[in-house]
Nanobody, 124 residues
Framework: QVQLVESGGGLVQPGGSLRLACVVSGRSINWHGMGWFRQAPGKEREFVAAIDYDDRTSYNPTLAQGRLVISRDNFRNTVRLQMNYREPEDTAVYYC?????????????????WGQGTQVTVSS
């Protein structure tokens, strides 16, 4: 059974940075696209970033603006999301997801497994 476990969330001040990590067990991520989504209270889950099996990346253009970097470490079966210059509107639960295919995927239905999420709160 595949499991995804996120870590790295917490409280950060506006302008600060966080690095999230997602460790996958029960399946090698080598041939899977991976993604990060987030969900703020009262809002739908939205796409943040994705990476394909060959390290090509895609970002939500309304969120990125050079402030996000997604990366993968196939040896450690891990995907990471570096988030810089956080703002209060970035407060949300951040979810890692395992893609159904090796390609970039931006919609939740294109993912077959999800982590439980990690809370990120941006506040002074």
């Amino acid at each position: 059974q595949v499991q995804l476990v996120e870590s790295g969330g917490g409280l950060v001040q506006p302008g600060g940075s966080l690095r999230l990590a997602c460790v996958v067990s029960g399946r090698s991520i080598n041939w899977h696209g991976m993604g990060w989504f987030r969900q703020a209270p009262g809002k739908e889950r939205e796409f943040v970033a994705a990476i394909d099996y060959d390290d090509r990346t895609s970002y939500n253009p309304t969120l990125a603006q050079g402030r996000l970097v997604i990366s993968r470490d196939n040896f450690r079966n891990t995907v990471r999301l570096q988030m810089n210059y956080r703002e209060p509107e970035d407060t949300a639960v951040y979810y890692c997801a395992l893609g159904k295919t090796e390609a970039i995927a931006t919609r939740p239905g294109e993912y077959e497994a999800w982590g439980q999420g990690t809370q990120v709160t941006v506040s002074s």
